[in-house]
């Protein structure tokens, strides 16, 4: 499993408006100019977003963009499952897989559906209030 760069990008994105939701609707040209992404690219992560309803997008004048719920009921898991095709390791574990003609005598299935149960177990433990507070620049002083 490999996450794309829009699933990175997505979550960045999210990070960002919880840390100025404050500021209500955001304009993704701001948005844009704060994260590096080009505003063509970020449009379509954001109506990803929006469709998927994490987000709710507001246009014409005073518009832009802001969370549906506060950060600390988003989980890393929601939104890269959102974003990403898949996310489990292997391709008998997807969602429209075919049935394995193998999976009864399969050795290494239970390892699959393990790694795939700790990937999502843990993704589905982060919140976007967790990755706020691991980002405080300034907070690595040490005595």
């Known amino acids: 499993m490999m996450i794309s760069t829009k699933g990175r990008y997505a979550l960045r994105v999210m ?6 939701q404050t500021q209500g609707y955001i304009p993704l040209k701001e948005i844009a100019a704060r994260q590096e992404i080009s505003e063509k690219y970020l449009e379509a992560i954001l109506k990803s977003l929006v469709r998927g309803r994490l987000l709710v997008g ?11 719920r506060r950060p600390e009921q988003y989980s890393v ?30 050795r290494t299935l239970p390892l ?32």
């Open 15 to 20: 990070v960002d408006l919880a840390e100025h």
């Open 77 to 106: 898991g929601e939104i890269l499952r959102l974003t990403e095709e898949e996310l489990c390791p292997v391709a008998c574990l997807g969602k429209d897989a075919p049935a394995c003609p193998r999976a009864a005598q399969c």
């Open 58 to 68: 507001l246009r014409g004048k005073g518009g832009g963009y802001r969370l549906q």
């Open 112 to 143: 699959w559906k393990k790694l795939d149960s700790l990937v999502n177990d843990y993704l589905d433990s982060v919140t976007i209030a967790d990755l706020m507070l691991t980002a405080q620049p300034g907070n690595d002083y040490i005595i």
